[in-house]
T-cell receptor, first 113, second 113 residues
Framework: GAGVSQTPSNKVTEKGKYVELRCDPISGHTALYWYRQSLGQGPEFLIYFQGTGAADDSGLPNDRFFAVRPEGSVSTLKIQRTERGDSAVYLC???????????FGSGTRLTVV | DAKTTQPPSMDCAEGRAANLPCNHSTISGNEYVYWYRQIHSQGPQYIIHGLKNNETNEMASLIITEDRKSSTLILPHATLRDTAVYYCIVRGSSNFGNEKLTFGTGTRLTIIP
């Protein structure tokens, strides 16, 4: 597709459940990023992939959060034992080369009830 | 990454030039200035970036002072669709492997009809 696609656009889950959020980057973009954004705040970095490998996962808040990109294109952000504080918009972005501007998706709004 | 300081909000009349300032007094020689904007309920959108020279593209112009401690994003003829939160970000050179963007809270720009 022409842009970064994120699915689902909205997800409501119960506290303690497991969720997966999917990101389809722009075809050919080797760099992929995950951010999350709470209401009234700027996006907060979670993890960065270059190809299949996580080059920087320093933003993942704890070990309940994990992300994969097994074939160097689609990525999945996985959250175990969700907590109400995980509620946020999760944004994915991709870029063709290191240093290029990112293209962001529209995000997945996660609500943990 | 160097910290940036932006005014929390600004207004601009439709059709006028919108000038958004950003201070980055601790910027180092290999750090670029990036600008993104975020329209309500969408992911951030890349606008422009620069190192030391002024830059212009179809969206905006970026003016960086000679000492590089501040910059101004200029939207030459603001329209109502330019109402958004604008983020100024300082980012290390990709050669140093510092890929992540650190967003602050940005400037909420409102274009007045």
């Amino acid at each position: 597709g022409a842009g970064v696609s994120q699915t689902p656009s909205n997800k409501v889950t119960e506290k303690g459940k497991y969720v997966e959020l999917r990101c389809d980057p722009i075809s050919g973009h080797t760099a992929l990023y995950w951010y999350r954004q709470s209401l009234g705040q700027g996006p907060e970095f979670l993890i960065y992939f270059q190809g299949t490998g996580a080059a920087d996962d320093s933003g993942l808040p704890n070990d309940r959060f994990f992300a994969v990109r097994p074939e160097g294109s689609v990525s999945t952000l996985k959250i175990q034992r969700t907590e109400r504080g995980d509620s946020a918009v999760y944004l994915c972005a991709s870029s063709f080369r290191q240093g290029d501007g990112y293209t962001f998706g529209s995000g997945t709004r996660l609500t943990v009830v | 990454d160097a910290k940036t300081t932006q005014p929390p909000s600004m207004d601009c009349a439709e059709g006028r030039a919108a000038n958004l300032p950003c201070n980055h007094s601790t910027i180092s020689g290999n750090e670029y200035v990036y600008w993104y904007r975020q329209i309500h309920s969408q992911g951030p959108q890349y606008i422009i970036h620069g190192l030391k020279n002024n830059e212009t593209n179809e969206m905006a112009s970026l003016i960086i002072t000679e000492d590089r401690k501040s910059s101004t994003l200029i939207l030459p003829h603001a329209t109502l669709r330019d109402t958004a939160v604008y983020y100024c970000i300082v980012r290390g050179s990709s050669n140093f492997g510092n890929e992540k963007l650190t967003f602050g809270t940005g400037t909420r720009l409102t274009i007045i009809p």
